[in-house]
Structures are given as structure tokens and as C-alpha cells.
Nanobody, 124 residues
Framework: QVQLVESGGGLVQAGGSLRLSCAAS????????MGWFRQAPGKEREFVSA????????NHADSVKGRFTISRNNDKDTVSLQMNMLKPEDTAVYYC?????????????????WGQGTQVTVSS
């Protein structure tokens, strides 16, 4: 079992920055690929970013490329999402996820664990 707890959400003006963090506990964190998904009101949950267990591979949705960066610290069992140049359309609940296979975390087809989510609101 892996428990994921997100933090760092909040309200920010368009063009601003936020850094989300996800603290993992339980089974060996380093075995898992990690990622972030988000869900805006009235919309389906969508992939944002993913990182492999070693940190050597990353993937970002086209909508956030060049603005968001995912990173992880396996010594501290944390994964972070640095979000810059935020837009109102980035407003959503952001979820930290973990899965054993990187490619299936990217596609969202095999997510083993979800966090409870953290709200990000970007005002125009």
C-alpha cells in the first residue's frame, strides 16, 4: 500500500507560479512511476505529467509543456510539480498518482494509487 498526500495548491493570478508536492509513504517509493492528473469542474480527469522511477524519463501533456516541470526525490519519497506561467484554464483539482509501469501512468490505464487531490485556482 502507498499513501499519497498532496500539498501546495492555492489561489494564484494568471502568469504566476505554484509548486505542488506529493509525499509518499508505505511501500518502496522508488519502485513506482509517479505522475499528476487534474480534473476541472464539469470535465474529465486528464493527464498532466509523469516521471519514471529513476527520474530519467518525463512526459508532459501538450497543454502544459514548457510551463510545468515534474521532478522527484527518491531519498525523501517526494514528487513535485513546478507550475509556471499559470493560466485560468489550469484551474482544477490536481491529483498525485503512482503506478508500477511508467507508460501506463502516462496513459492513465494502470494507476495503482491516487492522492486525495489539491485545489489549484488561477484567476484572470
Amino acid at each position: 500500500q502507498v499513501q499519497l498526500v498532496e500539498s501546495g495548491g492555492g489561489l494564484v493570478q494568471a502568469g504566476g507560479s505554484l509548486r505542488l508536492s506529493c509525499a509518499a509513504s508505505g511501500r518502496t517509493f522508488g519502485n513506482y512511476a509517479m505522475g499528476w492528473f487534474r480534473q476541472a469542474p464539469g470535465k474529465e480527469r486528464e493527464f498532466v505529467s509523469a516521471i519514471s522511477w529513476s527520474g530519467g524519463r518525463t512526459n508532459h501533456a501538450d497543454s502544459v509543456k514548457g510551463r510545468f516541470t515534474i521532478s522527484r526525490n527518491n531519498d525523501k519519497d517526494t514528487v513535485s510539480l513546478q507550475m509556471n506561467m499559470l493560466k485560468p484554464e489550469d484551474t482544477a483539482v490536481y491529483y498525485c498518482v503512482a503506478g508500477l509501469i511508467y507508460d501506463t501512468v502516462v496513459t492513465g490505464t494502470s494507476i495503482a494509487y491516487w492522492g486525495q487531490g489539491t485545489q489549484v485556482t488561477v484567476s484572470s
